[in-house]
């Protein structure tokens, strides 16, 4: 297992357009999350998953915004009718169940999304 | 609320100098975990160093230790014989929820940018 993989690496389009990114984790990892990074900033937590069920979800995730996780596998965020503020780098990460150095997050290399 | 705090923006230091990266945080649980991720100009979080609350000893991985003020709230990363390739953003984050809770995210600092300088 080469670590998490994201999909696409960038991603540009025009505002109201809807978009989609893929997330596979380390495949024994039970846990998933989104963050947001905008330029400068550290991430900001959107989603997580444990298992196939979204446990919690962040104010900064509007109803334009849906997250899934079939089968506890793979998961996907979209974002419906963009808009230029949703530009910045959608980073997924997913780790081990448990306490200590467990918990650590591995990520993955992120999408870069740029609405124009 | 839980809230992670790095006042340095940015610092330079000489290769094969140490380094301290500060890093205060505000939590009312008495359960949390402590990490710092380094991210470099290519863009991936790589992980370097995890100190859990009740851990009584500070948290060393190689050239990196973590010292940690638990009464101050305070968990600054320390490099020692800083490399050229240390260069890159340096963020510490915070576990916060209980064990079992709904809520296993962790939340991060807006992150210090260290130069090494030949």
């Known amino acids: 297992d080469t670590g998490v993989s994201q999909d696409p690496r960038h991603k540009i389009t025009k505002r109201g357009q809807n978009v989609t990114f893929r997330c596979d984790p380390i495949?024994?990892?039970?846990?998933l999350y989104w963050y947001r990074q905008t330029l400068g900033q550290g991430p900001e937590f959107l989603t997580y998953?444990?298992?196939?069920?979204?446990?919690?979800k962040s104010r900064l995730l509007s109803d334009r915004f849906s997250a899934e996780r079939p089968k506890g596998s793979f998961s996907t965020l979209e974002i419906q009718r963009t808009e230029q503020g949703d530009s910045a780098m959608y980073l997924c990460?997913?780790?081990?169940?448990?306490?200590?150095?467990?918990?650590?997050?591995?990520f993955g290399s992120g999408t870069q999304l740029s609405v124009l | 609320a839980q809230k992670i705090t790095q006042t340095q923006p940015g610092m330079f230091v000489q290769e094969k100098e140490a380094v301290t990266l500060d890093c205060t945080y505000d939590?009312?649980?008495?359960?949390?975990?402590l990490f710092w991720y380094k991210q470099p100009s290519s863009g991936e979080m790589i992980f370097l160093i995890y100190?859990?609350?009740?851990?009584?000893q500070n948290a060393t991985e190689g050239r990196y230790s973590l010292n940690f003020q638990k009464a101050r709230k305070s968990a600054n990363l320390v490099i020692s014989a800083s490399q050229l390739g240390d260069s890159a953003m340096y963020f510490c984050?915070?576990?916060?929820?209980?064990?079992?809770?709904?809520?296993?995210?962790?939340?991060f600092g807006t992150g210090t940018l260290l130069a090494v300088q030949p």
């Open positions: 990460a997913s780790s081990l169940d448990g306490r200590g150095t467990n918990e650590k997050l591995f």
């Open positions: 495949s024994e990892h039970n846990r």
């Open positions: 998953f444990q298992n196939e069920a979204q446990l919690e």
């Open positions: 939590t009312s649980d008495q359960s949390y975990g």
């Open positions: 100190q859990g609350s009740y851990d009584e």
């Open positions: 984050a915070m576990r916060e929820g209980r064990y079992g809770g709904a809520t296993n995210k962790l939340i």
